[in-house]
Every structure is written in C-alpha cells, then in structure tokens.
C-alpha cells in the first residue's frame, strides 16, 4: 500500500499557484518524497523529489516540513496542461525499489 | 531528452492469443520496470529485471507473463494467453540504478484490448 495520503481533487484557477499537499507521516530517514503526474492515462512523468531540503526545478518546487511527514509540490502558474492526476510517492534510497502509486490528487485547473 | 519508447501504442488481440509489448529503455540504464493500469484503476507494479534476471515480480505477474531483453536495446513483456482482465495499459520504465535515489523515467504506454 502507498505510504501517503493525498486530497482526492484539487481545483487550481489558471495563472494561479497550485499548492499540492501530502501527508507521509511514517516516512524514514531512508525514504525519498517522489512526486509524478499522469495526464489522461499517459505514462507518469516525473516532477521533483527531495529528501530533507526544499527542491526547485523547472517544472515545480518541493517543499518538505522540517519533522518530514508531509509535503507541499508546488506549480508556481498552473496552465490548463498541467490538468492532471499528480502522485506523491516515498521511495527507499537504498533498495530496488519498485514504485508503489496511490490513487493521487486530481488536479483540474480552471479557465 | 532521452525517453523510454513502447511500441504499439495500441494492441488488439483475441482472448488466447499470445502478446508481445515492446520497449526500448534509456540507453545506459540498467534496471527495467513494466507496470500496468486497469481503466480508472492505479498504476500497479508488476516487475522488475535487471542483469537479465527478474528481480522482483508482484502476484499480478503470473505463469502467464514472461519478460525478456533478445537484444541490447529491447525489453519485451509476453502474455502468452491473453484474458479479458488483460485489458489495461502497459508502461514500461527504465533506471540507471534502480534505487529510490533515482528516477525511473516511464514510456507513453501500450493499450491492450482483449476481445
């Protein structure tokens, strides 16, 4: 079972800052934060991932609380593309780790 | 910007019939991944492989699938009697090291239909 929890569904207006929340408060110190996003059934495409820092890229910014059990991705201005399902994920920096995918937050960015 | 490319996009066949989805992974990565997703379903592991070896495989990953690398550049995925609950899309994804500290990068899928 994924070791995160996520808001369903998310609404985000156009031009605006979408702020994605995640909750993995069982998280060791082992243990990455992965974001994807999946649109419309393509394959996952990989955002960010942090450990213990903040994380920019060019696509969002990681934002991980100081204790680590959650995290914010942030798209600093959503675009209709960015209309999507969007994983937080944690993942063992020291294993062959398959990537164990929750349901997500559907994100829907509106006109 | 390197990509994982599966191919076909989309796979019709009979119930019975024996399948073969294609994938050629990033070039120099070495750890190779095909998941699936059911319609409206998650995306669901069902194995891993590296040094021409399963290294981890998920109860979906029955006597029914098989994987292989014939060459340098191809990792394929076999059903060799397909069934209706077949029916999913199919990604395949690559990484260098196979860790969490690495990205596994995933292809744009293959839809299966069984009829």
């Known amino acids: 079972d994924a070791k995160t929890t996520q808001p369903t569904s998310m609404d985000c207006a156009e031009g605006r800052a979408a702020n994605l929340p995640c909750n993995h408060s069982t998280i060791s110190g082992n243990e990455y934060v992965y974001w994807y996003r999946q649109i419309h059934s393509q394959g996952p495409q990989y955002i960010i991932h942090g450990l213990k820092n903040n994380e920019t890229n060019e696509m969002a910014s990681l934002i991980i609380t100081e204790d680590r059990k959650s995290s914010t991705l942030i798209l600093p201005h959503a675009t209709l593309r960015d209309t999507a399902v969007y994983y937080c994920?944690?993942?063992?920096?020291?294993?062959?780790?398959?990537?164990?995918f929750g349901k997500g937050t559907r994100l829907h960015i509106l006109p | 910007e390197p990509e994982v490319t599966q191919t076909p996009s989309h796979q019709v066949t009979q119930m019975g019939q024996e399948v073969i989805l294609h994938c050629v992974p990033i070039?120099?990565?070495?750890?190779f991944y095909w998941y699936r997703q059911i319609l409206g379903q998650k995306v669901e592991f069902l194995v891993s492989f590296y040094n021409n070896e399963i290294s981890e495989k998920s109860e979906i990953f029955d006597d029914q699938f098989s994987v292989e690398r014939p060459d340098g550049s191809n990792f394929t995925l076999k059903i060799r009697s397909t069934k209706l609950e077949d029916s999913a899309m199919y990604f395949c994804a690559s990484s260098e090291e196979g860790t969490g500290r690495d990205i596994q990068y995933f292809g744009a899928g293959t839809r299966l239909s069984v009829l």
């Open positions: 994920i944690v993942r063992d920096m020291n294993r062959d780790d398959k990537i164990i």
């Open positions: 070039s120099n990565h070495l750890y």
